[in-house]
């Protein structure tokens, strides 16, 4: 329990000497009260516009972080102003989120380069990744997508979003370290990428599709269930400080008109650890400790 639980709990019968006691033990202590002290700032953006499915996400996101940082210590802030990335702004900030989108403004994204390439971490989620040709969100920032990524242009997804089973590629890293060889995830939309992650040295495949997964998807299109092949799905990149998850779309019920949520994503107790860990690493590179479920 923290210390703000406890004064909660107990209110005005402790006393000033014991609450200064617990405020200098919580501030100065990374051991205090049982569990680590992660002190580090994050900054989450989103847009929470386009599709019910990932506004549905970022919703459940914000919610989760913003508890995991009571939790764990660390502060966690969300923000769809995304004139606040830029190099002043940033500076604040150890980790960066993007939620649900990427950056359209090239002083923005010049910003997030500048960040990466100086020692900022990053951790994506589905939809940041997305880029194609003649569309909304068109092909046109090499860097992020073929450099930094390294996944290239979105090719197809399947559909409905489904749970799938996925392979841990890389147990020794501290992103995986605490999990077991096979996951099963929450239901999602799943994307195949323009380039093969598995030819690129300085990508680390973190987790991908395991086959026992296929058919991936129900249609109706023929093409939006998978039958076969190679899909990683969390990966990051040496050169930098990220970690992107393929992860952050909930099943919603657009048939009937409603947008009820039908899924979620933060109810999936080795999800949660697999963020959580990743985030702890790109924040303080620290031995993570137990999520929230």
């Given amino acids: 329990m923290n210390p703000v639980s406890i004064f909660k709990r107990f209110g005005t019968k402790i006393s000033k000497p014991l609450i200064l006691l617990f405020a200098i033990l919580n501030f100065s202590s990374p051991f205090a009260f049982g569990g680590t002290i992660h002190s580090f700032n994050v900054l989450a953006f989103y847009t929470a516009k386009n599709d019910a499915a990932h506004v549905s996400f970022v919703n459940e996101a914000n919610k989760w972080f913003s508890a ?11 923000t769809d102003i995304w004139e606040h990335l830029n190099e002043e702004y940033l500076s604040s900030y150890e980790v960066v989120i993007f939620l649900d989108t990427r950056p359209e403004e090239p002083g923005q ?31 046109n920032w090499d860097w992020y997508h073929n450099k930094f990524l390294g996944c290239g ?3 197809s997804n399947t559909w409905r979003p489904t749970s799938a089973t ?7 890293h501290p992103v995986t370290s605490r999990l077991p060889s096979i996951i099963i995830s929450s239901p999602n939309e799943w994307y195949r990428w323009e380039k093969d992650l598995r030819n690129n040295p300085d990508i680390d495949i973190l987790l991908s599709i395991d086959p026992v997964s296929f058919p991936l ?8 269930i ?3 092949g190679y899909y990683p799905v969390v990966w990051t990149n040496h050169t930098y400080r990220m970690v992107y998850i393929n992860m952050g779309h909930n099943d919603i ?8 949520e039908i899924s979620l994503s933060f109810i999936n107790s080795d999800q949660n650890t697999l963020i959580l860990d990743a985030l702890l690493w790109l924040g303080e590179e620290q031995t993570p400790v137990s999520p929230g479920s």
């Fill in 68 to 78: 995991m940082a009571d939790e764990y210590g660390f502060n966690y802030q969300a």
């Fill in 109 to 139: 994204r010049l910003a997030f380069e500048n960040y990466m390439k100086n020692g900022g971490g990053w951790m994506g989620f589905h939809f940041s990744a997305f880029a194609l040709t003649s569309s909304a969100f068109p092909n």
């Fill in 153 to 155: 242009e979105y090719v």
């Fill in 166 to 172: 996925l392979k841990v590629e890389n147990s020794n």
């Fill in 217 to 224: 998807g129900t249609g109706p299109k023929p093409h939006e």
């Fill in 226 to 228: 998978w039958h076969s």
């Fill in 253 to 260: 019920d657009y048939e009937h008109g409603t947008n009820d």
